[in-house]
Structures are given as C-alpha cells and as structure tokens.
C-alpha cells in the first residue's frame, strides 16, 4: 500500500479542513441567527423577498459560488487589494457563502414552528419583547442546531469552490474532500479511503454530540 502523505501531513490536512470549515460555519451561524430571528419575529418590508432569497441560496452551486469568490478577490476584483487568492481566508469566504443561507432558513422555519401558545404564554407573564425573543429562540433551539449541522454538513463536503479559490496548495491550501479528489485521480485510491473513512468519522461525532444534546435537554423522554 502506497501511501504518498506521511502523518504529519495528514494531520496537517485534518486540522486545515477543521479550521476552515470550523470558521466558516462559526462565521455562518453568527450572522445567520440574528437575521434568522429578524425575519422570523419582525414585519418589515420586503420581509417575504429576502427569505424567498434565503431559500433560493440554499442550492446555490459550489463552482458558482467559487467563480464569483475568485472574480472578487483576484487581483483586477473590488476585494483583489486583500491578496486572499490562494489562502485559507478565500476558502472560509466561499463556504461561509454556502453555509449562510443554510443556517439562516432553517433557523427562520425552526423558529416560526414554534407553538404560538409559547408566545402567548410569554406575553401573558409580562415578557419584555427581549424576552419574548429569547424564550422562542429557546423553543426552537433542536431546530436551530439541527440546521447548523446541516450547514456544516455541506462545507465539509465542499470540493468546487475551494479548489477553485484554495488552488489545493500542498501543506498551504489543501484540505480532506480537495486531497482525496487529487488522490483519486492519481490512483491513490487508499489514502483516498482513509480521508473519506475520517470525513465520516467526524460527521458521525458531531452527530452523536447533537443526539447527546438533545437527551440532555429532555430528560424526561428517558423517565417513561
């Protein structure tokens, strides 16, 4: 069995990929739940455009999303004097894209589930509009980490659009989904494996700790 990587820069390709997709989804998730919750609480408008929007970017296609990125930050595009081409930085800036309008519409529609009785009640015991807020966000909260996964479930898969603004740079840009499509190509089929059986491995944790989670927040599910 060739394999063509050492540890270290297998390890070195693991901690990449978490970083950069780590990033991206924190980056998502910040700006998606405030703008989830606007849409979901407040009347404005152009309200039903911008979620109509939010839905539609939901299937937006990596190599899409990648072009428009590298037009962007090449060296003739509006954002080229930040010289990100080619770095982890562009990498985050594409699957924060992708992962944005995943975060935010299924956040709007776990939050607008929520019982209108919850509000109610709310409103009945003198909830500040602060509070009213905090308590639905709080209903919908399986909902909201349930559409989090789901974003970070699409950034770690991600190959087109960091391979077209990463470059998969050895020990620089290259990261699990990009070194397993090169090694594939190469014939390299069981390093290829070993990065896919990874992927899963970390899907399958972060899978585990949300149904951990969610036991923990009803313990009475366990008490019948």
Do not use: C
Not at 178 to 186: F, G, P, R, V, Y
Request: avoid cysteine; charge should be positive; proline fraction near 4%.
């Amino acid at each position: 069995m060739l394999w063509r990587l050492d540890l270290s820069e297998l390890a070195g390709i693991i901690l990449l990929s978490l970083r950069v997709s780590g990033s991206a989804l924190f980056i998502a998730t910040v700006l998606g739940l405030p703008l989830a919750a606007l849409l979901a609480l407040k009347r404005f408008p152009f309200r039903d455009t911008v979620i109509n929007v939010l839905n539609t970017f939901m299937g937006l296609p990596p190599v899409v999303v990648g072009l428009v990125v590298y037009l962007l930050l090449s060296r003739r595009g509006v954002l080229g004097f930040l010289s990100l081409l080619y770095t982890p930085g562009a990498m985050i800036t594409a699957q924060t894209i992708l992962a944005f309008p995943i975060v935010a519409s299924l956040a709007h529609a776990a939050i607008v589930s929520v019982d209108p009785l919850i509000r109610q009640a709310a409103l009945t015991l003198g909830a500040t509009p602060g509070q009213l807020a905090l308590t639905i966000i709080k209903e919908a909260r399986y909902g909201i980490i349930a559409g989090v996964i789901a974003a970070l479930g699409r950034v770690t898969a991600e190959v087109g659009a960091i391979l077209i603004v990463g470059g998969n740079i050895a020990g620089y840009t290259r990261v699990m989904t990009t070194t397993i499509a090169l090694e594939t190509d190469k014939g390299n089929f069981e390093l290829a494996l070993a990065l896919g059986v990874a992927l899963l491995a970390i899907s399958l944790m972060v899978n585990l700790a949300l149904r951990f989670y969610q036991k923990l927040g009803r313990p009475e599910a366990g008490a019948g």
